[in-house]
């Protein structure tokens, strides 16, 4: 006879930055209040002070722990293919992403936009992830041996987040964005 085990539910803490990546990508974060927060994660108002200082501390540890897993997936390692096809990927993994009906575009770009205060401690936040990006593609046209790879970099990191606007206002990438990405990086790294 098996019986059925039961996992612990999750505490407070993660509850809410669940229910708050849930909600604040899914609505935003203006619209989002404490009192709904505190119902979707099942916890008291109280509860939540208890673990952060207020929204903008919950709106900053969502991203910064969320983050990760929502970029894991653009990163090729490395040792997988080569610079090209490296940089390529970032644009496929973003039209796989946006295919998904919840899809809602880039959260960093999203967040600190919505928040229009560049010092806010999420907008800090997604501007870090943002550099992340950028030094990704960075590091893949110096390897290709690009002119410039910084500029490079830069331009591939405004066409994604182009390209996930779109890809939420419409749903899906356009393979444009895809065709563009490989334009840019055939033409930069073409004396390589």
Known sequence: MTTA??????????????AAARLFMGEG???????RLA?????S????YQHFDGKDA?????????GPRVVAGYFAADDEGSPRERTLH??????????????????????????????????????HFKEELTAYFERQAAAAGARDPHLLAVQLTLLFDG???SAAMRGGTPDA????????????????
């Not at 946006?98 to 600190?112: L, T």
């Open 5 to 18: 085990t039961t996992l612990p539910k999750p505490k407070p803490r993660d509850r809410v930055l669940a």
């Open 29 to 35: 974060v203006n619209t989002v209040g404490v009192d």
């Open 39 to 43: 119902q979707e994660a099942e916890v």
């Open 45 to 48: 108002k109280r509860s939540i």
């Open 58 to 66: 919950i709106v900053a540890t969502m991203l910064q722990e969320y």
């Open 90 to 127: 970032v644009f496929e993994a973003l039209h796989e992403a946006a295919q998904v009906s919840d899809f809602y575009g880039c959260p960093f770009v999203n967040v600190a936009t919505e928040l229009r205060d560049r010092a806010h401690p999420a907008a800090i936040v997604a501007r």
């Open 163 to 165: 390209a996930s606007a």
């Open 177 to 192: 964005a895809l065709q563009a990405a490989a334009q840019l990086f055939d033409a930069a790294t073409a004396s390589a």
